[in-house]
């Protein structure tokens, strides 16, 4: 069982910068990978940003391409969200997850999951 703790989220201005930490219970391996996931009211959830420990390969949604950047601490049990040029769009409880085998942004694959933290963007 991997428990997963979300924090860094807050009320910030359009423009702005926040940055996301997620610490993973247990010190994982190279077979998982973590993402990174968000859920505004009235929404579905949906996918923001994967890292890969053994290939430190990243994904991204469009949407915040070119202004979010998921990495990992050496530990291997953190993961970060430096997020910038905020929009107010960009509103939602954001949730760390994790899986372990394979790689992609399916949220039905992922075996793990924070219990989120609040991001709001005001215009």
């Known amino acids: 069982q991997v428990q997963l703790v979300e924090s860094g989220g807050g009320l910030v201005q359009a423009g702005g910068s926040l940055r996301l930490s997620c610490v993973a219970s247990?010190?994982?391996?190279?077979?998982?990978?973590m993402g990174w996931f968000r859920q505004a009211p009235g929404k579905e959830r949906e996918f923001v940003a994967a890292i890969h420990w053994s290939a430190e390969v990243t994904d991204y949604a469009d949407s915040v391409k070119g202004r979010f950047t998921i990495s990992r601490t050496n530990t291997k049990n953190t993961i970060l969200l430096q997020m910038n040029s905020l929009k107010p769009e960009d509103t939602a409880v954001y949730y760390c997850?994790?899986?372990?085998?394979?790689?992609?942004?399916?949220?039905?694959?992922?075996?793990?999951w924070g219990q989120g933290t609040q991001v709001t963007v005001s215009s």
């Open positions: 997850a994790t899986r372990k085998t394979g790689w992609g942004r399916n949220i039905n694959n992922y075996d793990y």
């Open positions: 247990v010190r994982t391996n190279s077979n998982y990978a």
